[in-house]
Structure formats: structure tokens, C-alpha cells
């Protein structure tokens, strides 16, 4: 009987460190985003004056819930841990219930951009954890105790989890899960006739054992499968809202979305123009350098042409005069939404995100030229499953660790 007692409570504290350590983890492979929540929290808790460390706090809030998580799972220093896991749990539950009660315009964030819920889905989901913690820790003298390689297991995916922070803190989440992912398409790029709810869009035709299929960009299949040609077709139920829009608009006010809909597009967006020289001067060269590998170019900038001239007055003329000649407007959301890096780029192929990348890994011109070159499909591939297939690695390598090690 107290066998299964002791395994009932490492179950409930198992299941409760996996929801703590993918939250986590989640949060972290998107320090920006987690900025975002965090400082949308911190609005609400009318503790606006701190919203300058929203970032920070919010990647310190990930990794102590990643850590907690790591420690149910592993089961080291258990008591510790359960009280730890308690008092977090406790906190995120009682403003899960102001959530539930004003009702803000907000995600509350558990899963970062990955899974969405609504104030009472949290709040509900908090409960059931609150309950399998407390199901873990009383009576606390039946915890029990790890083996000692636990304690090693724990040190490794700290160390590991840590690395992973440093890294998504200065690239782009290996994994998109924001509207403005690969395949991604603009609205004014398909200016489709709708009519009884429907719109049409090209779909990509492979063929596979003599069998051929329709395709959309955003589900392309494996490379089993041979291209064959591209068709429009009217897709039933499809609406507009689907679509992206850049809210691009020049120093007049017009709309100029339809600039990045046609050809093969390369934008630099600046969601923060307080930059150094050394990054605008940077910028710079890579937008010369894209023009050169036959891209059209532009920077687009989430600030007033004030706010630009004045950012811009503190460079050398010659790198201020090519920044100016290809400015255009956006606004914040839609810019940190689009790339989380600030200078980071994005490329368009008549109309469709293909593919971006972040300001530390700006290509060279070589590069450039072979994304120009290279087929949109593949490189929308090969974006989305590089980057997923090193998050399942690295998700598969901490799970062996915690739980096989």
C-alpha cells in the first residue's frame, strides 16, 4: 500500500513538473514574447513603471518554472521543490482568478505562443495543478527519496535549458508560432475574388506513385513527393482575416502593403529604432547587399518620421541616406510580431513569407543569392523543419536525461 501511495505521488508530481517544464520551455524559446505577456501583466497589476525588465523578469519567471519543472520530474530535493512548485502554482492561480473576474484583453501566456486559453481555461487548468501538488506533497515524510544520478540529471538539463535561453535570447524561436510564420500569406499579394464565402488561392499539385494531390504552401508534403505545377482553385470557407496584413504606409500616410506583395521581397523591420551605430550601420550594407543578390529591398520602421530623422541624425550621412531611401512605416505590434528580432529580416516571394532570420545571423551576399535562386517552396521547408526538428531534438534530448539517466 505505501509502494502505491509513493508511485500515486510521484505520478501527480510528474504530470505537474511536465506542465511546469514545457510552459517553461515554451516561454523560453521566445524570450520576446514572454517580454510581451509579462509586461501586459504588468499593466494590469497597474505596475506599468516596470515594464522596461518585462523581458527579463518574464525569461526569469520561464526558467524558474522550467527549473521547478526539471526538479518534479527528476524528484530531487523534493520537499524543497513541492513547496516551491506550491507557492508559484498558488500565485499563478489566485491572478489567473483576477484574470477571470476583470476579464482583460490578454493571454494569460502558459504556453507562449504555442496554446492559447481563455482566463477560465487557466484558471480551471491551475486548479487541477494546485490539486495533483498537494496530492504530491501530503504527507511530505512519504516523499521518499532520488537516486543520486537524479541530482545529475537535474544539473544537465538546468545547464542545457540555460544554453537554450542564451540562444533563443539572441536568435528567433527555432519554432514559429505567430500568425507571421513560413507560408504565411498577404493579403494584398491575393487580391482574390470572394464571393459566398469563398476565395481563391494557387495550390501546388505533386505527384507521388502516379497519384496526384493538391496542396496548400502551408502544408507542403515530404520530399517523397514530386512538384508538378501550381493551379488556382476556389477554397470553400476560406476568409480574408486568414490573410496577412504589414500596415505598411509611407511618410504621407498611404497604404503600401502591395509593395511587398510582388517579386521576391526582402524587408528589415526596426521595432525599436534606439539602436547602435554600429547595428544601423549594418543594416545598411545588408539592404546594398540585397539589391545586389536581385532582391528588392526596404526597412520598414515602427516609429514617427520624426522619431526616424532623429535615430538617423546620429549616423554618417551616407549610411543615414540609404536608410532613409528605404524606409517605410509599420507599426509595433505587427513588426515584433513579424521578426522578434529588432533588425532582423524577413523575405516575401510574391506575397508569401518564405523564410527570416535575425539580426546576429544577417546573411552575406552569397546567401543571399541562393535564397533568390532557390525554389519558395524548399525554402519554406527548410525553414519550418529545421527549426522544429532541433526544437524535437532538443526536447528529446532533456526527456532522456530526466527520465532515463
Not at 522596461?52 to 530535493?77: Q, Y
Not at 516523499?143 to 536568435?171: M, Q, R
Not at 508538378?228 to 480574408?240: D, I, P
Request: hydrophobic share 45%; with cysteine; glycine share 8%.
Amino acid at each position: 500500500m505505501r509502494y502505491l501511495l509513493l508511485r500515486l505521488k510521484r505520478f501527480c508530481g510528474f504530470i505537474a513538473g511536465f506542465v511546469f517544464f514545457i510552459g517553461g520551455l515554451l516561454k523560453l524559446m521566445d524570450p520576446v514574447g514572454a517580454g510581451l505577456v509579462m509586461k501586459e501583466y504588468l499593466e494590469f497589476l497597474h505596475a506599468g513603471f516596470l515594464a522596461f525588465a518585462a523581458k527579463p523578469l518574464g525569461v526569469l519567471f520561464a526558467l524558474a518554472e522550467s527549473t521547478i519543472g526539471t526538479g518534479l520530474i527528476t524528484g530531487v530535493w523534493r520537499k524543497t521543490t513541492a513547496v516551491a512548485a506550491m507557492i508559484l502554482q498558488a500565485f499563478f492561480t489566485l491572478l489567473t482568478l483576477l484574470l477571470v473576474i476583470f476579464n482583460p484583453e490578454m493571454d494569460c501566456g502558459c504556453f507562449g505562443e504555442a496554446i492559447h486559453l481563455t482566463h477560465m481555461q487557466t484558471f480551471v487548468k491551475n486548479l487541477i495543478l494546485c490539486a495533483m501538488l498537494a496530492a504530491y506533497y501530503f504527507p511530505a515524510r512519504r516523499l521518499g527519496f532520488p537516486k543520486k544520478i537524479k541530482y545529475v540529471s537535474f544539473g544537465v538539463v538546468t545547464v542545457s535549458v540555460i544554453a537554450f535561453t542564451v540562444y533563443s535570447w539572441i536568435f528567433i524561436p527555432l519554432v514559429d508560432f505567430t500568425a507571421y510564420k513560413p507560408a504565411a500569406a498577404l493579403k494584398a499579394g491575393h487580391a482574390f475574388a470572394i464571393e459566398d464565402g469563398d476565395i481563391y488561392e494557387s495550390v501546388f499539385i505533386y505527384e507521388k506513385d502516379g497519384i496526384e494531390e493538391a496542396f496548400s504552401l502551408g502544408h507542403l508534403p515530404d520530399t517523397t513527393w514530386n512538384f508538378v505545377r501550381t493551379e488556382t482553385v476556389a477554397r470553400e470557407g476560406y476568409t480574408s482575416e486568414e490573410l496577412l496584413d504589414l500596415s505598411i504606409y509611407n511618410s504621407n500616410g498611404d497604404y503600401m502593403d502591395e509593395t511587398a506583395s510582388e517579386g521576391r521581397i526582402l524587408i528589415v523591420s526596426v521595432y525599436n529604432t534606439d539602436m547602435k551605430a554600429r547595428r544601423w550601420n549594418r543594416i545598411a550594407q545588408f539592404l546594398q547587399d540585397g539589391e545586389a543578390a536581385d532582391f528588392k529591398t526596404m526597412l520598414l520602421v515602427s516609429a514617427t518620421e520624426e522619431q526616424f530623422d532623429n535615430a538617423l541624425s546620429k549616423l554618417a550621412p551616407e549610411t543615414a541616406h540609404i536608410l532613409k531611401a528605404h524606409a517605410l512605416f509599420s507599426d509595433y505590434k505587427t513588426l515584433i510580431s513579424m521578426n522578434r528580432s529588432n533588425g532582423g529580416v524577413t523575405y516575401f516571394s510574391n506575397g508569401y513569407l518564405i523564410r527570416k532570420g535575425a539580426h546576429k545571423a544577417l546573411p552575406d551576399i552569397d546567401e543571399m543569392k541562393e535564397v533568390h535562386d532557390e525554389d519558395e517552396t524548399e525554402t519554406i521547408i527548410g525553414q519550418s523543419t529545421r527549426g522544429s526538428l532541433a526544437f524535437q531534438g532538443f526536447l528529446l534530448y532533456v526527456s532522456a536525461i530526466m527520465l532515463l539517466l
